[in-house]
C-alpha cells in the first residue's frame, strides 16, 4: 500500500497536517496508536482545562456574595467533573474524526513503526502486520511524562496527570513534585477543589519560562489560599504518603495523601529508531528540523513536541502547516518561533510571548519596562472583585515590542493581540494607536504602551 504522505501521531500537528495535505491532494495515511487529538485533546490541554473551569465556577459560586448575588453553595461532584470532561473529550475526538472522513484521509489506529528509509527516499512503515510506503513521511508522535530516577518511585506510589483526569475522587491532600505549567495548574485545581496542596520544586521559582516577577505574583497568591510551597527542594525519596526532601543540607518529610509526578516531558522516538542508524540526526531535546520543519534525511519531516522546539499545541499546528505547504511546494514563510505565547491556565491565568525580563537582563539588553496593574481597566474591576494583576511590556530604546507579560484573567485571550505585534515587529507607539474596544480588559495593553515616552 503506496501512499504520497504517512504521518505518524494523531494529535494537533498530525490531524493538522493530514487534513491539509489531503484537501490539498495528497493521498494521506494518519496512524494514530491510540486516539484522534493526542495527548492535547485526550489528556492534556483539553481535559485539564474542562476540570480548571469546573473548579473555576466551583469558587465563582462561593464568592456569589461579592456580586450581589445570593446563593448557597453546597457541593461539588468531583465524579460529575470528570464525566463532563470526557463529555467534552468525546465530542472534540468525533470532531476530528469527522473532519479526517470529509478531507479524504485514511485513519489507522494501529501502533506504527518505521523500518527502513529506502534507496529512492522512500520510506517504509508497519503496522498491524500491514507494510506501507509513502513518499513522504512526516513524524508527530509527541512527547511523553518524564518518571525521574528518584528512589522509591520503582514502587509506584504515584500519580501522573493521565490518572488525575480521571479520577472521580479527590485526595485529603497531595504533594506535586514539580511546578511547571501541568503542575501548577493541577495544584490550582486541587486547591480550587478544597484538597490540602503542597508543591515541590528544585528551581527557586515556579513556571520556569515565564516571567519570574508574575510568576513570584502568582505564587504569592496561592500561598494566601493554602499552596505551600517548597522551593529550591531536592526531593530526595519518594513514598506512599509523601517525598523526602532536602534542603540546604537538611532533609525533612513532607507529607500528603497522594503524590503526583510533574517533572517534565520528552520526545516519544520509539517508532523511528531504525532511522537514527540512516542518518537521522537528533538535537537539544528532539528530532532536529530546518525552517521548513525538514529532518537530516530527504522527504522527512517531523513537527510538534517531537521537534523539542516548543512542546506546545499551538506550534505544533504551525509547524504541521508550514511542513505540509513545503511538501506541496507552496510558496510559504518559514516557520517562526519569534512569538511563542505560553499560558498557565490558572487562577488567575498568567500568559507570556516574547523575551521576558530575566533573558534580557542575563543577555545584558538594553530594555525599558512598562508595567500597570490590571486595575487600570474598568471592565477587569467590573469582573474581578477585589483580584489583582499586571501587565508588563518590555521595549528597546526605540519602542519596539520585546515582550508582553500578563497575569490576570483573561490574560489567555488578551495575549493574541501581544503575538502579533511581536510577530510583525511593531513598536509601542503603533500598537497604542488601534483603536481597542472599550470596555474590555484588552485595553489594559493599550493603556501600559501609551506609558511609553514619545519624544515629538
Known amino acids: 500500500m503506496t501512499y504520497d504522505l504517512i504521518i505518524i501521531g494523531g494529535g494537533p500537528a498530525g490531524y493538522t497536517a493530514a487534513e491539509r495535505a489531503a484537501r490539498g491532494g495528497l493521498d494521506t495515511l494518519l496512524i494514530e496508536e491510540r486516539a484522534l487529538g493526542g495527548v492535547c485533546l485526550n489528556e492534556g490541554c483539553i481535559p485539564t482545562k474542562t476540570l480548571l473551569y469546573s473548579a473555576k465556577v466551583w469558587q465563582t459560586v462561593q464568592s456569589a456574595a461579592k456580586y450581589g448575588v445570593t446563593c448557597t453553595p453546597e457541593q461539588i ?12 473529550v468525546r465530542k472534540l475526538v468525533a470532531g476530528i474524526r469527522a473532519r479526517m472522513k470529509e478531507a479524504g484521509v485514511t485513519v489507522l489506529t494501529e501502533h506504527a513503526t518505521v523500518t527502513a528509509h529506502n534507496s529512492d527516499d522512500t520510506y517504509t512503515v508497519t503496522a498491524a502486520a500491514e507494510t506501507y510506503t509513502a513518499k513522504h513521511l512526516l513524524l508527530c508522535t509527541g512527547s511523553e511524562t518524564v518518571i525521574p530516577p528518584i528512589p522509591g518511585v520503582e514502587e509506584g506510589h504515584y500519580i501522573t496527570h493521565r490518572e488525575a483526569l480521571d479520577s472521580k475522587e479527590l485526595p485529603a491532600s497531595i504533594v506535586i513534585i514539580g ?62 504518603d509523601g517525598v523526602e526532601v532536602e534542603y540546604e543540607g537538611k532533609t525533612f518529610k513532607v507529607e500528603g495523601e497522594q503524590v503526583m509526578l510533574s517533572v517534565g516531558r520528552r520526545p516519544v522516538t520509539s517508532s523511528f529508531e531504525a532511522l537514527l542508524s540512516q542518518g537521522l540526526e537528533l538535537e537539544r531535546r528532539g528530532v532536529k528540523t530546518d525552517e521548513y520543519l525538514r529532518t537530516s534525511l530527504p522527504n522527512l519531516y517531523a513537527a510538534g513536541d517531537v521537534n523539542g522546539h516548543s512542546l506546545l499545541a499551538h506550534t505544533a499546528v504551525r509547524e504541521a502547516e508550514v511542513a ?56 477587569f474591576v467590573a469582573e474581578n472583585e477585589m483580584a489583582s494583576g499586571f501587565c508588563k511590556v518590555l521595549v528597546n530604546p526605540e519602542g519596539k515590542i520585546l515582550g508582553v ?38 485595553e489594559i495593553l493599550k493603556e501600559t504602551l501609551e506609558t511609553f515616552p514619545r519624544t515629538n
Open 179 to 240: 511546578g511547571g505549567v501541568i503542575g501548577m495548574e493541577f495544584a490550582a485545581y486541587y486547591n480550587e477543589m478544597g484538597v490540602t496542596v503542597s508543591v515541590v520544586e528544585m528551581l527557586p521559582e515556579i513556571i520556569n519560562g515565564m516571567d519570574s516577577e508574575l510568576a513570584a505574583l502568582l505564587r504569592e497568591e496561592y500561598a494566601k489560599r493554602g499552596i505551600k510551597f517548597y522551593l529550591q527542594h531536592k526531593v530526595t525519596h519518594l513514598y506512599a
Open 77 to 88: 461532584d468531583p465524579a460529575k467533573v470528570i464525566s463532563r470532561k470526557n463529555k467534552v
Open 324 to 379: 505540509v505547504d513545503h511538501i506541496l511546494g507552496r510558496k510559504i514563510n518559514p516557520m517562526s518561533y519569534r512569538a511563542i505565547p505560553g499560558v498557565v491556565y490558572t487562577h488567575p491565568e498568567i500568559a507570556g510571548v516574547g523575551f521576558t525580563e530575566d533573558a534580557l537582563r542575563s543577555g545584558d539588553k538594553v530594555y525599558m519596562k512598562l508595567m500597570l496593574p490590571m486595575s487600570y481597566s474598568g471592565r
Open 405 to 442: 507579560h500578563m497575569l490576570g484573567n483573561p490574560c489567555s485571550e488578551l495575549i493574541v493581540t501581544a503575538v502579533l505585534a511581536i510577530e510583525r515587529g511593531m513598536t509601542a507607539h503603533e500598537l497604542s494607536e488601534i483603536i481597542f474596544p472599550h470596555p474590555s480588559v484588552a
